[in-house]
């Protein structure tokens, strides 16, 4: 069993900045899955925002969502067993509950379908 627990959600004007944090911990996890964060805004579907995927050593690939690009940036720490999520330039659109969510693959992962673990969500409303 993985437990995933978010944090650093918020409120925030436009133009803004929130990092966001998730910790993952239990017995069966281990730090070759993949990690990544999705969103659901009110009345939408879920949708994927960015993962990140363990190569070996200090490499990491890291793939985001067309709409985040060049404002979000994801980071893992496989020695704490944290992924964190650095928003900027945030806009009022940005405004949903963002899930991490955790995949021993990583195609699994990315499609958002049938993932293993999942967090229990954290707020970020940006107003304009």
């Known amino acids: 069993q993985v437990q995933l627990v978010e944090s650093g959600g918020g409120l925030v004007q436009a133009g803004g900045s929130l990092r966001l944090s998730c910790a993952a911990s239990?017995?069966?996890?281990?730090?070759?899955?993949?990690m990544g964060w999705f969103r659901q805004a009110p009345e939408k579907e879920r949708e994927f925002v960015a993962a990140?995927?363990?190569?070996?050593?200090?490499?990491?690939?890291?793939y985001y969502a067309d709409f985040v690009k060049g404002r979000f940036s994801i980071s893992r720490d496989n020695a704490k067993n944290t992924v964190d999520l650095q928003m900027n330039s945030l806009k009022p659109e940005d405004t949903a509950v963002y899930y991490c969510?955790?995949?021993?693959?990583?195609?699994?992962?990315?499609?958002?379908?049938?993932?293993?673990?999942w967090g229990q969500g954290t707020q970020v409303s940006v107003s304009s």
């Open positions: 969510a955790a995949d021993p693959n990583y195609s699994v992962l990315r499609v958002g379908i049938k993932v293993d673990y």
């Open positions: 239990g017995r069966t996890f281990i730090s070759s899955y993949a």
């Open positions: 990140t995927s363990w190569m070996g050593g200090s490499v990491y690939y890291a």
